[in-house]
């Protein structure tokens, strides 16, 4: 049987975990590199910047923040100040954890069209989340053997944030599937983009918070315990940014997601512009005044209330010529 906390055992799953960050921190520099034209558009001001997006650059950032420290603390091979390092790298990592739930949470919130029971059980949910993460901070570390050590932490604190952590994604994932699969107007294309390929985001961030926790639950020894919390963090913060670029971009070319409580989660763009009068007399009807200016650019795909592509020739009851009797009300 494997003595998992034998000394030969411990040095070479630190060997073992030491190029596994590297790897890790390989595959990150490669989705941040790849997908930082979609940065830049905003940087830039090519694109207008919204509120939620706030989120999305805070964790994608502060990941990579936290991969430089954990690679310097690796590599390093003078003395420095290790408290400080380690206190950087928790702090940066578990901002990344907390910011990519927060992702994930704000793409269901706008599923249920801001639902106040959706959105306030998910706040509080996000609140006890960040309680945990902020507590995983503490830790103690020092140079020991030319090398940075952790010297102390709370086990039992860093597990709950990870048993938090997942049955947070869990209950993220199951009122996403819910809402797509069972929406009350039918599926819009936006529910079918989510619900073909972007609830298996939802499903690989709770899997690997799942790992992470078995690992720690298990306890082989004080390396493999924590092997799988960096490949989890990396996971969310990638699956989470994914999702956020995805609709982004969704929503960019036709439907947009908005904040609502009536009904619809979608609003749609169109080229062409239209103005509306209305005017009511008592005893009379209703005279709508109404002046429409047509596209200049009919390449733009236009998209009717029911989220189908709109023809060249098809007929639209709303862009047709107004009779001269409705042009300007008899009062």
Known sequence: MVDWHSQTMLVANAESFSKFMHVLFGLYIWE????????????????????????????????????????????????????????FNQIFGNTAI???????????????????????????????????????????????????????????????????SMAFDFTVLCLT???????????????????????IYFAIAFLANLIATIFMLINLNAVLSIIANVPAAIASTIVACRVVRRLTNFTSQGPEVFTSTQ??????RSNASTN???SVKKGDSVHIQMNTFASPDRSVTEYDASGKIVKDNEFDPEAQVISNEFKRPPY
């Not at 923040?65 to 690679?71: N, R, T």
């Not at 599937?177 to 609830?199: Q, Y």
């Not at 009904?263 to 749609?268: D, H, Y």
């Open 263 to 268: 009904g619809s989660t979608l609003a749609f």
């Open 276 to 278: 509306r009068r209305i």
């Open 98 to 164: 907390g910011l990519a739930s927060i992702n994930l949470s704000l793409r269901t919130m706008a599923v249920w069209s801001q639902n106040r029971y959706v959105v306030t059980a998910l706040v509080l949910i996000i609140l006890g989340h960040w309680s945990f993460l902020l507590h995983g901070i503490l830790l103690k570390a020092a140079w020991v053997d030319g090398e940075c050590v952790i010297i102390y932490t709370d086990n039992q604190i860093l597990a709950i944030s990870f048993i938090y």
């Open 32 to 87: 941040f590199v790849s997908s930082l034209d979609f940065d830049w558009q905003f940087i830039s001001g090519k694109r207008r910047f919204r509120w939620p997006l706030i989120f999305y650059f805070a964790g994608r950032y502060s990941l990579l923040f936290a991969l430089i420290g954990i690679s310097i603390a690796l590599n390093v091979t003078s003395e420095v100040n290790c408290q400080a390092l380690y206190t």
């Open 177 to 199: 599937g819910w809402k797509l699969a069972f929406p009350a107007n039918g599926r819009s294309k936006l529910i079918k983009l989510i619900f073909g390929d972007g609830l």
